[in-house]
């Protein structure tokens, strides 16, 4: 089957621009086609940068271009929804950022509509795609580590650890999407889902610890409405417990662990060095895992490498007219967001809240 130019439109220009743009450009078969960004200055800027043919202020403008195949969606998630929505309307394949959306109820239509257009749909879940955590899956697929009794994920990032280091932005607000548990946790949800099957209830605890940042030009103080960190605890469909801890403002060098624990087995991934091993052994590290490409003008990183992988992957199989055989559908990120909602709503209430 001959293969076909995929020409991509990225709207957004923070992760589209650092991460998405090298990522699609690196792969042989697509060009990035147009660019949306919040200000017309923005997008022509970005357009002069990398030589897109196209830019745009006005997202529904752009998906008039008959000619779009693929439409990356990385703006903060309260537009998730709408544009989605959109650019299915227009008869575009969608790449959506994570978190799906604000809520359940705006990702069951997603998914519906999705379900429905016959295009491919895919939220941006890029650790489905890393090699270390592929061979979990593998693993766990081989009945490795027997059936499941408890798995932990623990994420101390310091990016956002004092008010200074980060200004108020949309990050800071709830009402945007804001907050560690829709940019962080929703990664863990969705892989913990892809291991080891649905989830069916949630406790959890959200905090803010920075209370206000500045604002980026007059250095004013606003108030943050949005988690800089949660811990939640899950229960599983097969009887296994989950728990995870993510925070934005530890005050040391990140640091990564996911401890998963069998009846048979167990596996440890420590930032990317990953050991397995089964009762009364001593883990032994996996040594032959596929490197993470390195891709010019992307920054380094877990999760832009992991991008990296994604987007070949989807390019590929869209320039032979092919659907993807892997990657988090619009069903995986209605159930993730529905856990999330679960977790928010254990928040409220410091109860188990079943995941529906």
Request: aromatic share 8%.
């Amino acid at each position: 089957m001959s293969e076909r130019k995929i020409r991509v439109a990225i709207v957004g220009t923070g992760f589209g621009k650092s991460v998405q743009i090298p990522g699609f450009r690196a792969c042989p078969n697509a060009e990035v086609y147009a660019i949306c960004a919040s200000t017309l200055e923005k997008a022509n800027a970005m357009q002069q940068e990398f030589g897109i043919p196209h830019a745009f202020a006005n997202y529904k403008a752009m998906l008039r271009l008959q000619e779009l195949d693929l439409v990356s969606i990385t703006t903060p998630p309260h537009l998730h929804f709408p544009m989605t929505i959109a650019a299915l309307r227009a008869g575009k394949h969608v790449l959506c950022e994570k978190p799906t959306a604000m809520n359940l109820h705006e990702a069951r239509q997603m998914w519906r509509r999705a379900k429905h257009a016959n295009l491919v749909c895919l939220i941006d879940h890029e650790l489905r795609f890393n090699p270390a955590r592929r061979h979990i899956k593998q693993l766990i697929s081989e009945g490795f580590i027997g059936q499941l009794r408890h798995v932990q994920i623990s994420l101390a990032l310091s990016y956002r650890s004092t008010a200074e280091m980060r200004s108020w932005d949309w990050w800071s607000d709830k009402k945007r999407g804001g907050g560690i548990l829709g940019a962080v946790g929703s990664h863990q949800i969705d892989l913990l889902r892809w291991w080891f099957g649905e989830i069916s209830e949630a406790r959890g605890h959200l905090e803010t610890f920075i209370k206000t940042r500045p604002m980026p030009e007059s250095l004013e103080p606003r108030r943050v409405t949005a988690d800089d960190f949660c811990c939640f605890w899950l229960k599983f469909a097969n009887g296994g417990l989950g728990s995870v801890q993510l925070s934005l403002v530890a005050r040391h060098v990140s640091q990564a662990r996911i401890e998963i624990c069998g009846d048979q087995g167990s596996i440890v991934l420590l930032d990317e060095k990953l050991f397995a091993g089964h009762h009364k052994e001593t883990l032994a590290e996996v040594t032959d895992l596929e490197p993470l490409p390195v891709v010019p003008g992307m920054p380094e990183g877990v999760f832009p490498r992991s991008f990296a992988l994604l987007s070949q992957y989807l390019i590929e199989y869209l320039s032979q007219g092919k659907r993807p055989a892997i990657g988090a559908t619009f069903y995986d990120g209605m159930r993730c967001q529905a856990v999330m909602d679960a977790v928010r709503k254990s928040d409220r209430s410091g109860r188990w809240v079943s995941v529906k």
